[in-house]
Each structure stands twice: as structure tokens, then as C-alpha cells.
């Protein structure tokens, strides 16, 4: 098998959530370039037919559908669609869900229950339905997005939305326990900060939080939705076909780096202006 072969999704069947922008549209598009169909699903029906229109200008079918990855019976009603449409399905990626923003004491029950339920419970019920009929033929791949926070902690109001990432990992490691012997692989990507909407608006209103960002991350840039591509599309293809239960960080270095470590390129560059600035004192 040749290396471009290892890659190939032709004719292949993906769903993905999130697709009207950032990483799930990111993913979309590198399946579909490697000859995937692609189900595609968001909340924003415009941005989602935008990239439906990019999808089938890579000469593939794009099924744009609207659809809360929060709401159970409306997933379930997706992964009919999806046998009405395709009559398989090949490829998930669980990319949508919000969290909320919080103090822990002041976080109330009900948005916990509202992160959970969008963030665990929805991708929960997406792996159980693409999981049955994967089983069924006896191979597939499902990739959960989770974060740095499944690991460790961020702190700065996110405890239910680090409950939850914690919730979607050990559910990667259980599906992959249960599902790898039968053909399906199940692995979850874990990315650090990556630009968005809603976190260059949170950048935009507090000045230090960019800086902070950067100081943990040794890569020296934030992430961009494109930097996904080529892992999903590992992932996904028979190019990681021996890799499952894995949890793979995107994050250009952070989770490696001690919380005491300072990166290179800061490190040099506090050097450069301390030499500019006057030269040593002694």
C-alpha cells in the first residue's frame, strides 16, 4: 500500500459536528479532500451550507444538518438520516459543544447539567449510535474532541467545562476498551488554546489573557483550526489503523512543558530586551 493510499477515504461516509466554522470545518474538509462523503452538522445554518458549498467543490456529497449536539433525540434522528441518506457510516467526529463559564460556587445544577449534557451526554449518545452500526460491519473510527482541561485543570471559571472534558476522555478510553477488538477504533484529540470566535473575544476584553496563553505554550503561537487537519485525517484514515484509546494533544508543546518552564522563544526574547535595554549591571 502506498503512502498516499494509507490516506485515502474515497467513497467513505464521515460525520462531523461543528462544521459551520473552526475545527469541525477544519476536519470536514480534510476528509472530504481525501475523498470522504460528509454529513454535516451545526447549529448555524448558513455557515454550515458555506462549508457544504466547499465540501462539494472538492467534487464530494455534502448532507448539511441542523441539529443540537445537546439534544439525544435529535442525534438519534441524525444517525437515521444518515442510513436514509448513506445507508453506512464510516467516521465520526464529535467536534460541537459549548461550555459555561462559571465560579465553582456559584455554579448552579442546572449549568452543569447543561454542559454535561452537551459536552458528554450528546457525544455519548453520537458514539452509541455510530458505534452500533460500525459494529455491525465491523470497522470504523470515532474521534472526541476534548482539551487540555481533561487532564489538568484550567481554573478561571471552568469546572463544568473541565468536569466534562475529564467525562469525554475516560469514555474515549471505555469505548476503545470495549469496541477496538471488534473493529472500531475510538481516540480522542485534546487541543490547547486554538482561535476562535468566542476566545478572541474573550482575548479582546482582558489584554493579559493572550500573553498568558502564550507563556505556557513553547510552539510560541496559539493554535489555528487548520492544525487539526492532518491529525483528524490520521485518525480517520487506515493511516491509524493500529492507534485507538489514544489521547493525542494539539497544544504546540503546553501539556509537555512544566508549569515552571518557560519556552524558548520567551526565554530568548526577555533576553534580547534585557541586552537592548542596557546591557547587564554588576
Known sequence: MSTSDLFDMTDRVAMVSGTGRGMGRAMALAFAGAGADIVLVDLDEESNRQTAAAVEALGRRALPVTCNVGDCDAIEALYRTIDDEFGRIDVVGNVAGEGVLAEPEDLTREELLEALGGLVVGRFVSCREAGRRMLAAGKGSIINIGSLASLS??????????????????????????????????????????????????????????????????????????????????????????????????????????????????????????????????
Not at 473541565?162 to 471505555?174: C, D, F, P
Not at 469505548?175 to 479582546?204: D, F
Not at 503561537?221 to 485525517?233: E, F, K, N, W, Y
Not at 508543546?253 to 554588576?282: D, F, I, K
Open 153 to 282: 485543570a484550567l481554573g478561571r471559571r471552568h469546572l463544568a467545562y473541565s468536569m466534562s472534558m475529564g467525562a469525554v476522555v475516560q469514555m474515549t478510553r471505555e469505548l476503545s476498551t470495549e469496541w477496538s477488538g471488534r473493529g472500531v477504533r475510538v481516540n480522542a484529540i485534546l487541543p490547547a488554546q486554538v482561535i476562535n470566535p468566542g476566545l478572541e473575544k474573550r482575548m479582546a476584553t482582558d489584554p493579559h489573557l493572550e500573553s498568558m496563553f502564550l507563556g505556557g505554550i513553547p510552539a510560541g503561537r496559539m493554535g489555528v483550526p487548520d492544525d487539526i487537519r492532518g491529525l483528524a485525517l490520521l485518525l480517520g484514515s487506515d493511516a491509524g489503523s493500529w492507534i485507538t484509546g489514544a489521547l493525542i494533544p494539539m497544544d504546540g508543546g503546553n501539556m509537555a512543558m512544566n508549569a515552571g518552564g518557560t519556552p524558548g522563544w520567551l526565554r530568548a526574547q526577555a533576553a534580547e530586551g534585557y541586552e537592548s535595554g542596557g546591557g547587564r549591571r554588576g
